[in-house]
């Protein structure tokens, strides 16, 4: 069974969202799950730093062998720093999905947003349901 | 199931789908003095033979390079081609094959693709290449777009001494997108005005073409080009793309070590005939940053379970069987036939004997050039370094010239103006490949000179 972290947010699209204690910045990844279901991740592609995200909006992909699959912002806001690790190290995203395998830091811009975010018991039921 | 294609009904649903009234609309992007109206002019039955001899008659009255003395060029070139490669050519494990589709149990196909792009990343200078695409212009196209999409810049400066016919593929490619295709102008030399450039350069250029030796056959100045480039803010600097005759890299400086991150190139010269023009085979060079985005298929070498060398598709995830409609390029295929005809022509050539090529044509063009200038009434164009083509500025329209040297058995050249916007119609564009004899230029400047009288 995948891990899912209680204090997490989630997205439709298999992201984790850690909101930081003063609701300013968001730190994304890619859920247990989803790297279960991807494979060995080969390659990302990262944004910029300093590049402006909008909620949904595609920011990067994330490479498998044998598929490819985009990278969605779960918040809108600014990117303020890229996971560098991962251009020589993507497979650190199968190995710590949670924790090394981070990808991007965003500044918030809507905080109102999170609320369209779901819950670690969400995101479970979705995966259950073979989402 | 019915295996009848596109009923009238299919047809219909289809035209619905889309917006349109009438098949006929579909068509209607072409220019309406090719289209065909009506049907074929055919009989509707004729005796085998009787066909056979009407198809030769009209045969008959072309005139193939092959007959001829051919100093015309412009892109698609009279090269030698060594026996060896319609030898090999013509082996069915090769000739009957397509693009891998089952790649790895083709393993001889794949490394006959490995070794076509080990030999064009080696020619290039740069990290690595795919394995072909259909031509040249196309290859510069597909390029053009994907340095667009890599620095998000809209911006596409392209030579206006690049060859039209490339100039009017990447228009059309990019005619449905939100790019901007900006020319920047020759100086009074015939090659790249480097002063315009610079102005031209503004923090929308994402990418910089260069033709290198330009549609006029002169060597641009890379050097100066490379310093121009590096002395702009990193805002305005674009990336440089070089569509490169590879025939020239056996004497000039290759496009990876003037700062190019692609080369493109058409590999017709590298052991194919003319034929009519087509089909072709283009080749895209890349360095390591830019393979994720570059189109085509890429074969790579690796090891099997028990530890011997294999080959396979690699990072096919950029392509669009899988990326599906973010695929940065459609392109899925390769040029496979003609991509092994440049492998086993190289192969055959060796590194001394590619040099010796490009000094071929370098030595017998300029024969052809010197022979010309002291010609009465004749010149060359520009007073600028050429490899082995150059423009001449001849004493009566170009097309003149062509139409009395063909009945003379000789192809003199191609009527620039007729091609290129601005030129003149005194100019002719003459190309000297390796395979003209020192008495076939000597005839062809006599005859040249014969002619300029009248």
Known sequence: ?131 | MPYVQHTEADQREMLAAIGKARLEDLFSAIPAEIRLRGPLGIPPGAAEYDVLRDLQGLAARNHPAGGMISFLGAGIYDGLVPSVVGAILSRSEFYTAYTPYQAEVSQGTLQTIYEFQSMIAHLTGLDLANASMYDGSTALAECAMLLTDHTHRRRILAPAGLNPRWRAVLDTYVSDLDLEVVTVPNGPDGRMDLAALATLCNDGTGVLLLQQPNFFGLVEDTTALQRVLQGLPAERRPELAVAVDPVSLGVLVPPGEYGAVIAVGEGQSLGLPQFFGGPLVGFVACDRAHVRKIPGRLVGATQDSEGRRGYVLTLQTREQHIRREKATSNICTNQALLALAVTVYLAALGEGGFRELAHMCLVKAHRLGDAIRRLPGYALRWDTPYFREFVVRCPRPARDLIAAAKSHGVVAGLDLAAHMPGCDERDLLVAVTEKRSDAEIDHFAALLGRLGGR
């Open chain 1, 1 to 131: 069974m995948a891990e899912v972290p209680k204090d997490l947010k989630y997205t439709e699209q298999h992201e984790w969202v850690h909101i930081s204690d003063d609701g300013t910045e968001a730190t994304v990844g890619i859920t247990d799950f989803a790297q279960g279901e991807l494979g060995d991740i080969v390659y990302v592609e990262l944004p910029e730093e300093g590049a402006a995200l909008e909620q949904m909006e595609s920011f990067g992909t994330i490479e498998a062998v044998k598929t490819v699959e985009d990278l969605y912002a779960p918040l809108s806001g600014e990117v303020l720093e890229v996971n560098h690790l991962l251009t020589d190290k993507p497979t650190l995203i199968n190995e710590s999905p949670y924790d090394e395998g981070w990808i991007v830091r965003i500044r918030i811009d809507k905080p109102g947003e999170a609320a369209t975010l779901l819950s670690a018991d969400e995101y479970r039921e979705r995966i259950a349901e073979g989402a």
